[in-house]
């Protein structure tokens, strides 16, 4: 129902930027709450930034001051601004979408995200 398709990954030397993009396929993009998920080798994923159906954003701690979630619903599109970026970011990006909530949701308290991206790799090098 829902194809995420990200680009903007690439190897950056440390204290560069990067600007990822998600583009969106299906109905209702302004309806959903987009967010982005990172995974370096060995960890976890981790969500990195969520952004709601109003705009309002909800950040990792380690990413607050330098990253920044946008979204245009024009061109269904997803955005994430990566400002003074660390060999700590390496990791692959994935652009996710949560498309069952309501204009009221609390974005802080959504987990689950139904249709998700296959990844763009950012490297960050020393």
């Known amino acids: 129902q829902v194809n995420l398709v990200e680009s903007g990954g690439g190897s950056v030397q440390a204290g560069g930027s990067l600007r990822l993009s998600c583009t969106a396929s299906g109905p209702s993009f302004n309806r959903y709450v987009m967010a982005w998920f990172r995974q370096a080798p060995g960890k976890e994923r981790e969500s990195v930034a969520k952004i709601g159906r109003t705009g309002s954003t909800v950040y990792e701690d380690s990413v607050k001051g330098r990253f920044t979630i946008s979204r245009d619903n024009a061109k269904k599109a997803t955005f994430l601004q990566m400002n003074n970026l660390t060999p700590d970011d390496t990791a692959v990006y994935y652009c996710?979408?949560?498309?069952?909530?309501?204009?009221?949701?609390?974005?802080?308290?959504?987990?689950?995200?139904?249709?998700w991206g296959q990844g763009t790799q950012v490297t960050v090098f020393s």
């Open positions: 996710a979408a949560n498309v069952n909530t309501i204009v009221s949701t609390d974005i802080k308290t959504v987990g689950r995200f139904d249709y």
